[in-house]
């Protein structure tokens, strides 16, 4: 049995980094953060996650200032575990806790000049325990995605539902985690939950715009859909490098960091742009027990014959293609535009979407 324990979804003040020796200057802010969150927690109801948003260790200047996929590699990449990692580590073991936390990392044993967006979760003895790579990117950022190299990643990692979306099975729940652009897809939720996730971490989102609600909607329909805890911290102030004394606040303007429950209910919700924290209880034997006895969710009824059959199907209609950057990693931001732009072209030309 699992007893209840609270989670924060903690909102951090960001740097962008244009090295990775920069970030300690996020590290130490985030560690301040940390403290104050088991402060709380030790005057109230045991903590037990700690879960910090994408962008948070080196923030988000390599995407901002459209720097060179090589530089990135060799400036800001982190390696896992590493000195970065190990600064979260040490609060791990300090609070007996769970961290989730994400950064640009290299992986030099298993595909050499590539960075990958990593999540990865740090147990309260300081191991990493889980790591996921980013699978979907907008054109702004250029990390490589294990359908880049797809064919290479099969080789290598494997291809079971583990080498693409793993779950990690701890003494509080089990864990899968999804990053930013990744929540817009509802097969990623899916297919965490079918791997057995009980916890679905979604690491940071923005709105193009202020308070349009979409982020919101998204991680409550991961969470109803799926019959899973959300837990999905968001940025605050964001600046531009170490310099910049005004934040861009693109950060949190999607209405912040928030804890959804099984049921699609909020259970907290950051409703500013400020540096914070949403915490609340997650009850996995509470969850369990309506999973077994529900019937009325819906991963009893998942048809994934049906659906394997539907996507086959459309393979051709949708046209974004695996194995694309095996001779290079990245192509440039106007590139990556222009692709998705021939993209959409053939989508129209296969009549899949109607232009204007």
């Known amino acids: 049995m699992i007893d209840p324990y609270m989670a924060f979804a903690i909102q951090p003040k960001v740097y962008g980094c244009q090295h990775r020796k920069e970030a300690k200057k996020n590290l130490d802010n ?121 064919d290479e990643w099969l080789e290598k990692v494997g291809d079971d539902v583990d080498a693409f979306f793993p779950v990690a099975d701890t003494p509080i729940g089990r864990i899968g985690t999804l990053l930013a652009f990744d929540g817009k897809f509802p097969e990623a939720g899916r297919a965490l939950a079918l791997n057995g996730a009980e916890i679905i971490y979604r690491g940071g989102e923005f709105e193009l715009h202020r308070r349009y609600g979409y982020t919101e909607i998204m991680n409550r329909a991961h969470a109803v859909n799926n019959s899973c805890y959300v837990i999905a911290p968001s940025n605050g102030p964001k600046f531009m490098d170490l310099t910049d004394d005004r934040p861009s606040m693109t950060g949190s303007v999607s209405g912040g960091g928030m804890i959804v429950n099984y049921r699609g209910q909020m259970l907290c919700q950051i409703t500013n742009t400020n540096v914070t924290y949403a915490a609340a209880m997650i009850n996995i034997q509470e969850l369990r027990e309506y999973r077994s006895k529900a019937s009325v969710y819906t991963l009893p009824y998942t048809t994934p014959e049906m659906w394997a059959r539907i996507y086959s199907s459309l393979a051709e209609k949708y046209p974004y293609p695996k194995n694309s950057h095996i001779a290079e990693p990245s192509l440039s931001y106007a590139e990556r535009r222009e692709k998705m732009r021939e993209i959409t072209g053939k989508m129209i030309d296969s009549s899949v979407i109607k232009g204007p």
Do not use: W
Not at 51 to 58: C, H, L, N, S, V
Not at 102 to 115: C, H, M, S, T, W
Not at 132 to 149: G, I, M, Q
């Open 30 to 150: 985030l560690c301040r953060q940390i403290d104050g969150c088991m402060y709380v927690a030790d005057m109230e109801y045991p903590a037990k996650l700690l879960a910090i948003p994408e962008g948070a260790i080196t923030g988000f200047y390599d995407e901002h200032s459209r720097m060179d996929y090589a530089e990135i590699v060799k400036k800001v990449a982190l390696e896992l575990p590493g000195a970065e990692t190990e600064v979260l580590a040490e609060k791990a073991r300090q609070y007996g806790i769970y961290i989730i936390a994400a950064a640009k990392v290299v992986e030099p044993d298993l595909f050499p000049g590539r960075y990958f967006n990593t999540v990865f979760i740090i147990d309260p003895k300081g191991n990493i325990i889980h790591r996921y790579r980013k699978h979907r990117v907008f054109p702004a950022e250029s990390s490589t995605t294990p359908y880049d190299l797809y």
